[in-house]
């Protein structure tokens, strides 16, 4: 892809190269990390999302178990903050805080954060890749506020629109590569894109 290939900021262009579910309703309903295979979508990503972050203010980014490690981490390391991981149950050998929460699969399960994971009045950015019911983002600012850390915003490829989510933006600030008010939200909501028709894996390949 060319420089003239991205088109305006809004486009937000490298969405198109997200894959579809092509193994039933046990799974999430799309697969973005295609986009982190191409250097060119992941850093225009990146780009994307740092602007829109520019004016929320944040001690470190907790990413979420465990594709938000990837753009959680991404984005701390361009912002010269440190990175929290928020980690499945069961896996961290410290002492740690747990919540249960249920996500879009309809399944309960358990997540930790080290304890204590910092100090008091810690502004916390919680980054995940998709935040479809809410849900797992719930579960991570019950353990951020445990803690006494502040919720600074949370930071996704895409954020659904419904009554939990709209509560997210109403209280903090949200930032997504899928603009609130596009047709990729539109899109997301109805949990079908129309780049699907013309998905090729080929599009995300490194070169
Ligand atoms: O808003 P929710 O309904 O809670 O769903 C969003 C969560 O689901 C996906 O992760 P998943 O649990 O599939 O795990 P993974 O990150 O290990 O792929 C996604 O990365 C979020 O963490």
Redesign the pocket.
């Known amino acids: 892809m060319s420089d003239q290939d991205k088109g305006p900021r809004d486009d937000r262009w490298y969405l198109n190269i997200m894959a579809p579910n092509t193994k039933g309703e046990k799974f999430?309903w799309l697969d973005p990390t295609s986009i982190y295979i191409n250097a060119r979508a992941f850093n225009d990503l990146l780009d994307d999302l740092m602007a829109d972050l520019d004016g929320v203010e944040y001690d470190v980014v907790a990413g979420?178990?465990?594709?938000?490690f990837v753009l959680g981490a991404a984005l701390a390391a361009r912002s010269q903050v440190g990175f929290l991981p928020i980690r499945k149950a069961g896996k961290l050998c410290v002492e740690t805080d747990k919540v249960s929460?249920g996500?879009?699969?309809g399944k309960t399960q358990d997540m930790e954060m080290r304890k204590p994971a910092f100090a008091e009045g810690t502004r916390v950015l919680l980054a995940?890749?998709?935040?479809?019911?809410?849900?797992?983002?719930d579960g991570a600012i019950r353990l951020v506020e445990r803690q006494g850390g502040v919720v600074a915003g949370m930071v996704a490829i895409a954020i659904e629109e419904n009554e939990r989510t709209d509560g997210y933006r109403a209280t903090y600030p949200c930032v997504s590569a899928v603009s609130k008010g596009s047709r990729w939200q539109t899109e997301c909501n109805a949990q079908t894109l129309s780049s699907f028709a013309s998905y090729k894996p080929e599009l995300a390949f490194p070169r």
Request: glycine content about 16%.
């Open positions: 999430a979420l178990d465990a594709m938000g929460f996500n879009y699969s995940d890749q998709w935040v479809e019911t809410g849900g797992t983002m």
